[in-house]
């Protein structure tokens, strides 16, 4: 699929008629490949490095364009595995066009905030990579609202559901810590190489907003990380305990059966009771109180004893 943009008065405008300085191939087909590879002179290995979720994100500077590989955050409606992952944009930055090249439909140029004062090409493939960054900050802050709600989860689970959810979670923040740190090492190349990508001082001045921007982005995503890893066993612990809490109730509701069945049992023996209680009116009564009692005894011992 192809869409078609336009660069007009600041602002990045898709254009339905198919005119424009910025395309962008989602999912390209093999016709759209060639002619990217054969026209464009995009070299094959890094068009298909753009459709690669593992690539790592980098810098090439061709003869008559520059390739920018960079990570950005997909958000779908599946599990927690699913839900977060990781997809690769290449943008194909020439003289006079912007060519961005992704697997995954990405919404890059919605939210106009990131793209109202564009005044070239440059200005747009810049505020591109910041509009990544912040979508890499809104998965990390969901990612961290469904942390805190497996947590309260907890409290008072003994199965191990809630705690899988979390393992998933932990392994998809490092994930997004390798990202982003992948396009931390693509975004200082991209400042040593300003000279050649013909940045003006203003864009220059942009570029050292995006990247540390990014730098706040992988601290998060680190501490987020981290917190996690780190706490983990103590949910396990809590996890633990809440089985041993069930297993002492059942413990004493299994005791406080037992023992007035016992007493009452020990006097339904086909033998003659003592103190001649076979011919009496009250021994039932008398054997009901001693299941009482013990029942009573065995209460002030758990109280005492803090079972």
């Not at 992952?85 to 992704?102: H, Y």
């Not at 907890?154 to 923040?173: P, T, Y």
């Amino acid at each position: 699929m192809r869409r078609i943009y336009e660069l007009l008065s600041g602002k990045v405008l898709e254009n339905l008629y198919g005119q424009g300085q910025i395309t962008v191939f989602i999912r390209p087909e093999e016709a759209e490949r060639r002619y990217l590879i054969d026209e464009m002179k995009i070299d094959e290995h890094t068009l298909y490095s753009a459709l690669d979720p593992d690539e790592l994100a980098r810098l090439e500077i061709e003869s008559n364009h520059a390739a920018i590989i960079l990570k950005c955050p997909r958000a779908t409606t599946q599990d927690i595995v699913n839900q977060f992952e990781i997809c690769s944009i290449g943008m194909f930055l020439f003289k006079d066009q912007l060519i961005i090249v992704t697997d995954h439909d990405i919404p890059v140029f919605d939210g106009g905030k990131y793209f109202l004062k564009c005044q070239s090409l440059n200005d747009v493939a810049i505020r591109s990579i910041y509009k990544t960054i912040s979508l890499f900050l809104t998965q990390l802050r969901s990612i961290n609202r469904q942390a805190s709600d497996i947590e309260s989860k907890l409290h008072g689970a003994i199965e191990n559901e809630q705690l899988m959810r979390l393992f998933e979670l932990e392994k998809v923040l490092v994930y997004y810590v390798n990202a982003i740190h992948s396009n931390s090492i693509m975004l200082d190349k991209v400042r040593n190489n300003t000279v050649k990508l013909g940045f003006t001082v203003e864009q220059c001045e942009l570029m050292e907003d995006v990247s540390v921007e990014n730098s706040q982005c992988a601290k998060q995503a680190e501490i987020y990380s981290s917190i996690l890893a780190g706490l983990m066993d103590a949910r396990v612990s809590i996890i633990s305990n809440n089985l041993n809490i069930i297993m002492k109730t059942l413990t004493l509701i299994t005791l406080g059966i037992m023992v007035p069945t016992f007493v009452v049992s020990a006097f339904s023996m086909n033998v003659k009771l003592p103190f001649g209680l076979n011919e009496s009116p009250v021994s039932f009564w008398i054997i009901t109180a001693l299941a009482f009692a013990s029942v009573f005894v065995l209460i002030i011992l758990q109280k005492k004893k803090k079972w």
